[in-house]
């Protein structure tokens, strides 16, 4: 049944493709079987994450870019978290209606992502999805997140152009924009741009961005677009370029593709570890007795998971000796 | 030094309680002795989660709030996520201003942690904070945080009443609410309730909140309020209180004590274990082999994975159950 979708995914089934990405929503066994089988044919696409807070015009403009990238011929994906239903959990469709300009055209497939569930799902699940829209063949590919908080840091794991949009509302000043927000922008849009403060707005945002000294050598430059009328999206699209010029020129992309990946290794082992930590059943007791030490009050929370993870060892040793087994056989064949 | 801030701290210092807060926020050894110290003084405080988007008012529901239960002569401390500068790092001070009004009162105690830093790290600070408030006597502790996406569903883990605060905006309605929020909420609050569609808008919530079958037997109710006049805030802390004594009267704010208790300790053991787990040389240089598999595409990252965690062993299990860790590989974990 997978691999019936397997094949049909590579011969560019969009319907294979809404399969595959179902099963890696769900995660577990299966979904890391798609992701293996996919795997070697990953990182081609380019990725760029929009990020802001609800309301600031985001799906409006990739949307938009949607379009400025079809009309060069680019296959665009777009994955996109969405607010989902209370109750239901079902998806709303809310800021997704406007997207269905691009239905119908092969060249676009959209995903929205309920942004429900575990606390670090999200960020990982959108991943994957991009993941799969990679390896499908798509050139870009838009991460759309709702920003706030520490959540939005986390798209540079896998952005590797991070767009920020921003909308000048009457009280807001851009000295109250989050510093989460303002670190991760490589690009800055001010958005519904045709409302009397946005000048100011982002003449502010211009001059508080001239302060940041950038790392890299990149400096953020600020767009100002009306998404509903497409005012601004091909200055937009071409900064976004740059940018992109800026890091295959000086090396940078493959190195942010190495961090990604990094990043996504370590993580995934930690999500391995864990499970491999909690599901014995020695631990579990041990979690149970210290809790109930802690409760009696003989002991502090730190010191009672001091003890709780005494007993793990790192067996290098069979390793080692392993590889001195291999080591000696090689020897053996080539010196005597 | 620090042992000279403890004494004073436990002759109710609010300087001592501010520089050890410091610490703790700080993080590390230091921070750990310090909760250790403080530790067998917590568990007696009431914890009020106060969650809901930016500019919905919560720091001025906090602020009355606060003043409602200074005049009953409870004391209150205040733990409040705030926006960063951007650039500086320094607490802006936006909502905090208003929060002056209980300046001076030595029953207020008010910190503002800076939503910065890991994307962990937050709410985990931010329940250590309270955790010194709670051991410094407060009678009432208010978790201000900012709710989006699934941060907030983390304050869970140390509220025992969490208030979701939510404004009626025109051309929002009540079903693009995220779900994270609705499932949340045990108290409702609708602030600036003063404007025209407030009345639809908690009609609305009130209908959808009754379709929500409350697995507790408790039924979350909506308060109507104007932070800004004060208006509501008597019936909001009364249906805080009502939720206060319907968890007292079933044992389930013992449970929600032990629940979070036992989530912290669950994530206090998992930092140790990763501590543990990546400073290890072997480790380290898996990682680095792993990688470089990837990236030459000999292995998928979730192959890589299982890898590098292969040398844990939990030592006392492998003595009781060789045989079980042996076939981990294969089998989910030697769990029965």
Same mark, same amino acid.
């Given at each position: 049944? =997978? ?55 985001? %799906? &409006? ?13 680019? &296959? ?7 607010? &989902? ?16 300009? !691009?239905?119908?055209?092969?060249? +676009? ?43 939005? &840091? ?10 920020? +949009? ?12 989050? %510093? ?9 849009? +001010? ?14 945002? =211009? ?15 600020? +767009? ?17 370029? %740059? ?8 090396? =940078? ?50 010191? !009672? ?32």
């Amino acid at each position: 049944m =997978r691999d019936d979708y397997l094949d049909k995914f590579f011969s560019g089934d969009m319907l294979a493709a809404a399969r595959l990405m179902s099963i890696v929503e769900r995660g577990g066994d299966e979904a890391e079987g798609v992701l293996t089988a996919l795997f070697p044919r990953m990182g081609r696409s380019y990725r760029i994450g929009m990020t802001g807070l609800t309301g600031a015009g985001k %799906s &409006t403009l990739v949307n938009q870019l949607t379009k400025h990238y079809r009309s060069k011929g680019l &296959t665009v994906g777009v994955v996109a978290e969405d607010p &989902t239903s209370p109750f239901s959990g079902g998806a709303i469709l809310g800021d997704r209606v406007r997207m269905l300009d !691009a239905h119908g055209d092969a060249g +676009v497939f959209i995903r929205s992502i309920a942004s429900r569930g575990s606390e670090t799902g999200l960020s990982e699940k959108a991943t994957e999805l991009a993941d799969i829209l990679d390896a499908f063949g798509r050139d870009l590919i838009f991460l759309e997140t709702i920003g706030v908080g520490q959540l939005e &840091t986390k798209i540079r794991y896998s952005a590797h152009t991070t767009v920020v +949009v921003l909308t000048p509302d009457a009280g807001d000043d851009v000295q109250s924009l989050k %510093s989460g927000l303002m670190e991760v922008g490589e690009v800055f849009v +001010v958005n519904k741009a045709d409302r009397p403060i946005a000048q100011r707005y982002s003449d502010d945002l =211009r001059s508080m961005l001239d302060l940041r000294s950038p790392g890299d050598g990149w400096q953020p430059p600020v +767009v100002c677009t009306v998404a509903t009328t497409g005012d601004g999206i091909d200055e937009l699209a071409n900064k976004i370029d %740059s940018h992109r010029t800026f890091l295959d020129a000086n090396g =940078r992309l493959e190195e942010k593709r190495f961090e990604a990946l990094k990043n996504r290794m370590r993580r995934l082992t930690e999500e391995k570890l864990k499970e491999l930590f909690w599901e014995n059943e020695y631990i579990k007791k041990s979690l149970e007795t210290a809790l109930s030490e802690v409760v009696s009050g003989n002991k502090s929370p730190y010191q !009672a998971a001091d003890e709780i993870v005494m007993p793990i060892k790192i067996e290098k040793d069979k390793i080692e000796k392993k590889d001195k087994v291999k080591g000696r056989g090689k020897r053996k064949g080539g010196a005597r």
